[in-house]
């Protein structure tokens, strides 16, 4: 099987406020399809793709937005990127929003995601 990316699936802001991210956006009628106020992940959605919130730091080095790219296989393009040299920041995982996934940041500090959604 050939690796391919699929398409952009969402892209993330990053926050160190989720009350008042996730507060601005219900307002704006997004909708809802994880997260809350307290939570540290918060996903709306926006037709097929999502737009994200994340409670985390941000800092000088590294963008605070992340893209999200369906691949169709996680752990062969993770695979391809290692034997390309480029070192993601941690080996595929799975998330409690179905998807597995991986991260590695471009030479702008940018931080470009790898998922495939997970089978129910």
């Known amino acids: 099987m050939e690796i391919e990316i699929e398409c952009i699936s969402a892209i993330t802001l990053i926050t160190q406020n989720m009350a008042d991210m996730f507060r601005f ?3 704006l009628n997004f909708d809802l399809v994880y997260g809350s106020e307290k939570a540290d992940f918060t996903s709306y959605r926006i037709g097929a793709q999502r737009l994200n919130i994340s409670a985390e730091n941000c ?15 996680v752990d062969g393009f993770y695979q391809h990127c290692l034997n390309r040299g ?16 991986f991260h590695v940041i471009d030479p702008d500090g940018h931080e470009i995601s790898f998922a495939k959604p997970l089978s129910p």
Do not use: H
């Open 25 to 27: 956006y219900r307002d």
């Open 59 to 73: 800092d000088a080095r590294r963008s605070c937005v992340r893209v999200i790219l369906y691949v169709n296989d």
């Open 86 to 101: 480029i070192v993601p920041e941690f080996e595929p995982r799975d998330a409690p929003w179905n998807e597995r996934y």
